[in-house]
C-alpha cells in the first residue's frame, strides 16, 4: 500500500493528491485546485494544527495515541508522502505507519480521501447561512430536503430563535433566490433568515470560501 493509493474499507481506492496541490484540514488527504499558489497552500496548512489542538487531551483514554497523531500530522501537512516516507520521518518502520493507517480508518478517525477545491477561482460563489424556525410536527420531513438540496454545505440543529442552520453555497445570485422564494416554501417552515457571506476573514478551506 502507498501514499499514491490506499485502499479504504468505506469505498474504492483513491488516488492521492499531488503534493503541490495539497491543503492540510478536515478528514484525511485532500488537495487544492490552486497548485502554483504557495500562499494559500501554507494557510490551509496551518488551518488545524493536531498536535496543538489535542496536547490537553490524554491520550492513554483516547482511541489514538502520540504516533497516531504524529502520522496523522504528516498525512495532513503534505498528502503525497509515501509510508515509506512518513516512516523514515518518524523514525518507525513502513509496516508500522501501514498497519497504524489502516487502523485509524477502521475506527473511523480517517473517514475518507477527498479534493478541496477553490470555487473562486471558477464561479462567483455565494455562500450563505440559512436560519430556519420549524413546527415541530414538520421538523424531520423539512430537514430531510434541507439534507437533500445539492447547493447545502452542512445542515445543523442549533439553539436560540431558529431551530436550524443550513449552510449553502450558491453558484450565483439567481440559485438563492429560488431556494429562498421557491424550495424553502413548503409546510412547517415558520420563519427564515438569511445572512450573505461578503468576504472570509478565516474561510473554510475546502471550498476557498
Known amino acids: ?33 490552486a497548485k502554483g499558489d504557495s500562499r494559500m497552500i501554507g494557510k490551509m496548512r496551518n488551518h488545524i494544527q493536531l498536535s496543538e489542538r489535542w496536547k490537553g487531551l490524554d491520550l492513554r483514554l483516547l482511541p489514538i495515541d502520540e504516533l497516531d497523531v504524529r502520522i496523522l500530522s504528516k498525512l495532513r501537512e503534505n498528502a503525497r508522502m509515501s509510508n515509506v516516507e512518513i516512516a523514515r520521518e518518524l523514525a518507525v518502520s513502513e509496516a508500522t505507519v501501514r498497519r497504524r493507517i489502516q487502523s485509524l480508518e477502521e475506527k473511523g ?15 462567483n460563489p455565494v455562500k450563505a447561512y440559512v436560519h430556519l424556525s420549524l413546527e415541530s410536527a414538520h421538523r424531520e420531513r423539512v ?15 442549533v439553539t436560540g430563535d431558529h431551530d436550524v442552520l443550513c449552510v449553502m453555497l450558491f453558484i450565483d445570485m439567481s440559485e438563492l433566490h429560488d431556494f ?9 417552515v415558520r420563519d427564515v433568515q438569511t445572512q450573505i457571506v461578503m468576504s472570509p476573514y478565516k474561510g473554510v478551506p475546502w471550498t476557498g470560501v
Open 180 to 188: 429562498l422564494d421557491s424550495y424553502l416554501q413548503m409546510e412547517g
Open 109 to 123: 478517525i480517517i473517514q475518507g480521501y477527498s479534493c478541496y477545491l477553490n470555487y473562486q477561482l471558477i464561479e
Open 1 to 33: 500500500m502507498t501514499g499514491a493509493q490506499r485502499e479504504f474499507k468505506y469505498g474504492r481506492a483513491i488516488p492521492a493528491p499531488r503534493s503541490t496541490d495539497f491543503d492540510g484540514d478536515e478528514s484525511g488527504r485532500e488537495a487544492v485546485s
Open 143 to 157: 430537514v430531510s430536503r434541507l439534507c437533500a438540496h445539492s447547493r447545502a454545505v452542512a445542515v445543523y440543529r
